[in-house]
């Protein structure tokens, strides 16, 4: 585990073409994300599995997708693999936030 929890994250979400439950996430999460506490907090970042970015370090090679990996400066600090559906992600999502960063909504909600 990385040393202090993260003042400012994001959410990268790694994909590629073909991916079912890459397209399931996007009808189910995606319209709704950005405008959700969660959101707010930790600004979504789209990433192709094929060519991750020189300016991400991650923790292991990501092999699923979609992963979606909270980021600190660049650097990996918690990862979620695959996407369970809605009404699991989004308490998943939380609790990544939650045990990983400074993120604590004075109001519970997703959108």
Not at 61 to 68: D, E, G, H, L, Q
Not at 81 to 102: H, I, T, V
């Amino acid at each position: 585990m990385l040393a202090g929890p993260a003042a400012a994250a994001e959410l990268v979400m790694v994909e590629q073409a073909g991916c079912a439950w890459c397209a399931r996430w996007n009808a189910e999460i995606a319209p709704a994300y950005p405008n959700t506490t969660e959101g707010k907090f930790a600004p979504l970042r789209r990433v192709s599995l094929r060519t991750l970015p020189a300016d991400l370090e991650v923790a292991r090679r990501v092999t699923f997708t979609p992963t979606f990996l909270l980021v600190e400066d660049g650097r990996e600090i918690a990862r979620m693999e695959g996407y369970p559906g809605e009404d699991f992600f989004w308490p998943m999502l939380d609790q990544m936030l939650r045990q990983n960063s400074n993120y604590a909504p004075e109001t519970e909600g997703n959108g």
